[in-house]
């Protein structure tokens, strides 16, 4: 069944650790997401990708760094985690074109003691 | 530039009882618009979306919408509130001359008490 997965879903590490949170979609979307959100709930775009080979900055200014080397792959990355990294983080996947929206990941919910 | 208010941090409603979840957006072009739910500890889920046509949409687990040009709404409704439908709701719009980036609204959290 096409999806989008992420892994893993909780996460906590201490101080300074480099970490990898993982995703990956099945459906071939081209337009790969990833958002922050806050324990208040709102959603911050981070980093975004058109395709392989491309990313882009969100609006939300952000330590960490991505890749898209595959069009199912967008891992995000954090050198050195600290507490302020404390989140909720989702990925999400959508068509180049069309109507539809976004498809979202279950998240990954990350704990920097 | 697009975006999206929910005005409400936070709407509580007896089960049983209709509830409105309110979305207001702005776009310089024809908007696409969408409600997503979000439960604890998960991604967000589609409920429903606007692209042309009959301006009440009905979505998934007998929510509907509505859309409003000329007060540039988009609300969220259902009939009769389960408790199971207490959740975050994110409104979002999409300008569909600018490409497929959708702009999220700041969240409704929907509490359905018995």
Not at chain 1, 36 to 63: A, C, F, R, W
Not at chain 2, 35 to 48: I, S, T
Not at chain 2, 81 to 107: I, K
Request: net charge neutral; hydrophobic share 30%; aromatic share 12%.
């Amino acid at each position: 069944e096409a999806d989008i997965y992420q892994t893993p879903r909780y996460l906590v590490i201490g101080t300074g650790k480099k970490i990898t949170l993982e995703c990956s979609q099945t459906m071939g979307h081209d337009k790969m997401y990833w958002y922050q959100q806050d324990p208040g709930m709102e959603l911050h775009l981070i980093h975004y990708s058109y395709g392989v080979n491309s990313t882009e900055k969100g609006d939300l200014s952000s330590e960490s760094t991505v890749s898209r080397i595959r069009t199912e792959h967008f891992p995000l990355t954090l050198e050195s985690a600290r507490p302020s990294h404390t989140s909720q983080y989702l990925c999400a996947s959508s068509v180049r074109q069309g109507s539809g929206g976004y498809t979202f990941g279950s998240g990954t919910r990350l704990t920097v003691v | 530039a697009q975006s999206v208010a929910q005005p409400e941090d936070q709407v509580n409603v007896a089960e049983g009882n209709p509830l409105t979840v309110k979305c207001t957006y702005s776009v310089s072009g024809n908007p696409y618009l969408f409600w997503y739910v979000q439960y604890p500890n998960r991604g967000l889920q589609f409920l429903l979306k606007y692209i042309t046509g009959d301006n009440l949409v009905k979505g998934s687990y007998g929510f509907e919408a509505e859309f409003n040009k000329s007060q540039t709404s988009f609300h969220l409704k259902k009939p009769s509130a389960l408790v199971s439908d207490s959740a975050l709701y994110f409104c979002a719009v999409r300008d569909n001359n600018a490409g497929n980036m959708l702009t999220f609204g700041g969240g409704t959290r929907l509490m359905v008490k018995p």
